[in-house]
């Protein structure tokens, strides 16, 4: 059975596992996850988080506006603050997926913060994830090559921001790592056997 987590918020009491999704756009980070949300997970996205608040302030739902605004507010309330948000969200004595972090300041805040924590990467040939995001076809996805490697750069490392996006960091700290190209199947046992290991430990 999972050990409980020390992380306390008023009246909440402790917590089981979080499982830190991160990966590149169009990795498939979302399908590969329907295996946990399928075991009972909950299932928490910052971009849907962030996509909110862009609403509130009446700015347009694109890809580089989530990013700024997640650039943003880390840089305001410290790396961990989106982090720290979907946390004030959790319940006692439940699993949760945490898709996906950005920052790999977010990754060492939620190991700090929660004793079961995990870390999961997922990634795909670019070629790959950018007919996926057209084939989607996302509102705030980037719709052309050029503005897809735009993203794609920044999204792996934002050299002029330290708070910014880094997801290619991320990929290189991940406890596990999913190449997910194109054969589904082959993936999904992957996840399932990751999650065969968490278990264990």
């Not at 306390?8 to 990795?27: F, Q, S, T, W």
């Not at 977010?106 to 040939?125: M, Q, S």
Request: glycine fraction near 6%; aromatic fraction near 8%.
């Amino acid at each position: 059975m999972l050990s409980k987590g020390k992380f306390d918020k008023e009246n909440l009491g402790c917590l089981y596992v979080i499982i830190g999704i991160a990966g590149r756009i169009g990795a498939g980070k979302e399908t590969l996850t329907k295996f946990l949300r399928d075991l009972g997970f909950e299932y928490f996205v910052t971009s849907d988080m962030i996509s909110q608040e862009l609403v509130k302030r009446e700015i347009p739902v694109t890809r580089e506006n989530q990013q700024n605004l997640g650039d943003e507010l880390r840089n305001k309330h410290g790396p961990g603050a989106l982090m720290k948000m979907l946390l004030d969200k959790t319940q006692s004595g439940k699993n949760y997926i945490f898709d996906s972090l950005r920052n790999a300041k977010e990754a060492e805040f939620l190991k700090n913060n929660v004793k079961d924590f995990v870390l999961i990467a997922v990634d795909a040939p670019r070629e790959t994830r950018f007919q996926r995001i057209l084939k989607r076809g996302k509102p705030s996805d980037p719709k052309t090559w050029e503005e897809f490697v735009k993203v794609d750069e920044r999204d792996n490392f934002d050299h002029a921001n330290p708070m910014g996006q880094q997801t290619g960091k991320l990929i290189e700290i991940a406890d596990y790592k999913i190449v997910n190209a194109n054969d589904l199947e082959t993936s999904l046992k992957e996840i399932q056997k990751i999650w065969e290991l968490i278990k264990k430990n």
